[in-house]
């Protein structure tokens, strides 16, 4: 078997791995059944993807969600165990957690697989990414703590409505004639969402994701991921040519560590496993 068909199957594999998490996150199957939120003990602990609490499936909390109600009653309590957990999550693996561990992130690598004509990236889609910092600072961060709810969870968060809002009302008569504008809203945000997901690559995760915001601001310095062999690159560029994420080199802000440039590199120079620690002049991104 050729190198290149090798590589290619184990790219492949990463669907299996977003799979398993996605799953895994999920597996209170009586909940989806019953159309109820499992409370458990295990709820009290958080997965490292997008993953909404109130999924009938989910057995523990989503990161984004769990900061958000924590930032609603920081006056009474600071959310030092998400925070920790956050930047646990970002120390160890950065963004691989997008490319590998996230259910969302997952659903649109499905949809962009629809054969229609795509949109590619440029310079427009590169300034696009710094929008999901906004995001993180105006809904999960200055809403909860001004107006004392949850932001990006209850206007915009398409996760949420995909897994919860929907199951939820389609099994509960009384959540349906209960459900006005907001529920309507948010809807549409989540269908526009995923058409947009079918054109242009991971739209949500490049352009709006909080959550791929903060792990972006640890790709540089994470312990596991893609890694380069600088003694043995070429500086051809290929890997950033292939990336269909916006990234200006590999491992940068916008790298999800998906692997597709491990497959074009002429010189077998990328690979996965533990990474170096950057200097701060070599963590730099360029802007």
Known sequence: MKKE?????????????????????????????KGSIYKGSVKGLCVPGLNCYSCPGAIA???????????????FRFPYY?????ILFGLLLGRVICGFLCPFGFLQDLLHKIPVPKIKKNKVTRALTYLKYV???????LVPVINLVPGFCKYICPA???E???????????LRSAAGF?????????????ILCVFCYRAFCRFLCPLGAVYSLFNPISFFGIRVDQDKCIHCNACVKACRMDVKKVCDRECIHCGKCRNVCPVDAIHYGVRKIHTKEQ?????
Request: net charge positive.
């Open 182 to 194: 907001l529920f309507s809203w948010k809807v549409y945000i989540a269908v526009v969402i995923l």
């Open 135 to 141: 995001v993180l600072v105006l809904f999960v961060i």
């Open 164 to 174: 919860a809002g929907i199951p939820l009302t389609a099994a509960d008569e009384t």
């Open 160 to 162: 949420g409505t995909l």
């Open 61 to 75: 909390s989503c990161p984004l969600g769990s900061l958000q109600s924590g930032l609603t009653s920081y006056r």
């Open 82 to 86: 998400v925070l920790g957990t956050l």
């Open 5 to 33: 068909e090798i590589k290619k199957k184990k790219i492949e594999k990463r669907h299996f791995i977003q799979l398993i998490a996605a799953v895994l996150y999920n597996c209170n199957i009586t909940g989806f059944m």
């Open 283 to 287: 963590a730099g991104e360029e802007s």
